[in-house]
């Protein structure tokens, strides 16, 4: 079974910009997850799909946003971007809600923003 | 606020001696306590959880935790470490936040070292 897979591996922006990650979950699942994780901040919980509903959210600004389509597959969004979210967003896929359940995990995608 | 602390930055443990790695937690309500491991260049790691019922938990590579109410703790815990164990550990927690809406908070990390 293939794993969690994101794409792009790696993305350079500038301020003000906007940028879309993607996640392909593990076959089958329902529930993904995506982190921030930066060397100052840790990981830090931005939002949960589960069948293409966001089912939680961390404390992010609303430039953060998400969605997920009906094979499970999810974007990230974040819209007019700051320096400070230069950072290795995560993201996690699980057979049930992700909050309780074992989360899979893919390799990640390291925003630079100059 | 709520939070979860892991008081050791790196642990240092010689092969074959048994390991401990400390979490501790302050969430309202009844937590969901997870340990997942970051080996060198691959991803996160799903090791245990700690929902409800045995205050033990048993997990992947023969590592457990230990959930403690009164202390407010959750360490990971292996009778005998490898030097394969080498990395990093998370302990996290989920948080309710509001209005059904939940978050996981995640500790800062301990870097587990096995000396052969």
């Known amino acids: 079974k293939a794993g969690v897979t994101q794409t792009p591996r790696y993305l350079i922006k500038t301020r003000g910009q906007q940028v879309t990650l993607s996640c392909s979950p593990i076959?089958?699942?329902?529930?993904v997850s995506w982190y921030q994780q930066t060397p100052g901040q840790g990981l830090q919980f931005l939002f949960e799909?589960?069948?293409?509903?966001?089912?939680n959210k961390g404390n992010f600004p609303g430039r953060f946003s998400g969605r997920q389509f009906s094979n499970s597959r999810s974007e990230m969004n974040v819209s007019t971007l700051e320096l400070g979210d230069s950072a290795l967003y995560l993201c996690a896929s699980s057979l049930g809600e992700g909050l309780i359940n074992e989360q899979f995990f893919g390799p990640g995608t390291r925003l630079t923003v100059l | 606020a709520q939070s979860v602390a892991q008081p050791e930055d790196q642990v240092n443990v010689a092969e074959g001696n048994p390991l401990t790695v400390k979490c501790t937690y302050s969430?309202?309500?009844?937590?969901?306590l997870f340990w997942y491991v970051q080996y060198p260049n691959r991803g996160l790691q799903f090791l245990l959880k700690?929902?409800?019922?045995d205050n033990l938990v048993k997990g992947s590579y023969g590592f457990e935790a230990e959930f403690n109410k009164s202390q407010t703790s959750f360490h990971l815990k292996k009778p005998s470490a490898l030097v394969s164990d080498s990395a990093l550990y998370f302990c996290?927690?989920?948080?309710?936040?509001?209005?059904?809406?939940?978050?996981?908070?995640w500790g800062a990390g301990t870097k587990l070292i096995i000396k052969p």
């Open positions: 799909y589960f069948s293409e509903t966001q089912r």
């Open positions: 700690y929902i409800t019922g």
């Open positions: 076959s089958g699942h329902r529930s």
């Open positions: 969430v309202s309500g009844n937590p969901y």
């Open positions: 996290a927690v989920r948080d309710y936040i509001r209005d059904s809406n939940y978050q996981l908070i």
